[in-house]
């Protein structure tokens, strides 16, 4: 699969522990910062139609505002009822203190 590498925010505007959402090519994205580290997942839940960006994050779980399901922004797994579907995350690489993010 080729690299899709998209620009999508300037890595001081990632809130260390905490969320946004931004939009690559139409696509809504969750971007995390926690530990000094940018996460990158799609940025609406598997089980109901909610923005993550509008969730609760406690370390690397995101809590979805709608039903309280969690995923592990890691690697997408869903973490407990309702959400029984991962998400999709995302590989990102900052350069230049810009955040990129792989759509591939």
């Known amino acids: 699969m080729a ?3 998209i620009d999508v925010s300037a890595e ?3 809130p260390q522990e905490d969320v ?7 696509r809504d994205i969750a971007l995390y910062g926690v530990e000094g580290q ?6 609406i839940c598997t089980h109901g ?6 969730g609760f994050l ?12 969690t995923f592990d922004i890691r690697n997408g ?3 407990c009822a309702p959400v029984t579907e ?3 995350v995302y590989p990102v690489k900052i350069e230049g203190g810009r955040v990129f993010v792989d759509l591939g």
């Open 38 to 43: 940018v996460y990158a997942s799609d940025g």
């Open 49 to 54: 139609h909610a923005r993550l960006c509008d």
């Open 20 to 26: 946004i959402g931004v939009e690559a090519h139409g």
């Open 77 to 79: 797994r869903a973490m």
């Open 3 to 5: 690299e899709n590498w």
């Open 12 to 14: 001081d505007e990632v």
């Open 58 to 69: 406690d370390g690397f779980e995101i809590e979805c505002p709608l039903h309280q399901g």
């Open 86 to 88: 991962d998400i999709r």
